[in-house]
């Protein structure tokens, strides 16, 4: 039982190169969610999915896009890396809305743009 | 809308002190609020959570938190910290709606020899 993984762990990409994060879970939870942290800024919610096919945007969604193809997988996709999407990608995961529902972490994925 | 604030960016102690993290929300509907911590390089982890009823909520290594609703307040303390505390420490409230958490900025705790 592996939880949450994401791949890959560091990533360094040029200006207007395009990239997937991968996020894969094996608890058969219905929620996922992408966080970025930013030093001194906490987590922001890029994007979140309450099950397959079903996605919708957080509070900074602006040069990402998300797929929820099956349960176990929700990919983030830069399309056009900026300098300001330098940051720690977070993925998580949830059973349900419920509030005795825990979310649960990867290790993050660690990308420059430069 | 919630919103968390984490009043302190760094909190240097040593080994053994007392510590306590600050943590205030807002918040127009009903309250849930964690505290995670994040150890270096690593993601986050639950800490603590307040959902209902007893104000104060224990972890499993001797952190407390206490719901103030007049203080719209959540701080979380320590007695003693362990070297092993060190880490980023996050506060969140939960909105209403599919679990989203709104995170504070996060305190990075330091304990010292």
């Known amino acids: 039982n592996a939880g949450v993984t994401q791949t890959p762990k560091f990533r360094i990409l040029k200006i207007g190169q395009s990239m997937t994060l991968q996020c894969t879970q094996d608890?058969?939870?219905?929620?996922m969610y992408w966080y970025r942290q930013d030093p001194g800024m906490g987590l922001k919610l890029i994007y979140y999915?309450?099950?397959?096919?079903?996605?919708d945007k957080g509070e900074v969604p602006n040069g990402y896009n998300v797929s929820r193809s099956t349960t176990e997988d929700f990919p983030l996709r830069l399309e056009l890396a900026a300098p300001s999407q330098t940051s720690v990608y977070f993925c998580?995961?949830?059973?349900?809305?419920?509030?005795?529902?825990?979310?649960?972490f990867g290790p993050g994925t660690r990308l420059t743009v430069l | 809308a919630q919103s968390v604030t984490q009043l302190d960016s760094q909190v240097p102690v040593f080994e053994e002190a007392p510590v306590e993290l600050r943590c205030n929300y807002s918040?127009?509907?009903?309250?849930?609020l964690f505290w995670y911590v994040q150890y270096p390089n690593q993601g986050l982890q639950l800490l603590l959570k307040?959902?209902?009823?007893?104000?104060l909520v224990e972890s499993i290594n001797g952190f407390e938190a206490e719901f103030n609703k007049s203080q719209t307040s959540f701080h979380l303390r320590k007695p003693s910290v362990h070297i092993s505390d060190t880490a980023e420490y996050f506060c969140?409230?939960?909105?209403?709606?599919?679990?989203?958490?709104?995170f504070g900025q996060g305190t990075i705790l330091t304990v010292h020899p």
């Open positions: 998580a995961t949830r059973r349900g809305a419920r509030h005795t529902d825990t979310q649960y």
């Open positions: 608890m058969n939870h219905n929620y």
């Open positions: 999915s309450v099950g397959a096919g079903i996605t």
């Open positions: 918040s127009s509907v009903s309250v849930y």
């Open positions: 307040y959902l209902s009823g007893s104000t």
């Open positions: 969140a409230v939960e909105g209403t709606s599919y679990g989203k958490l709104t």
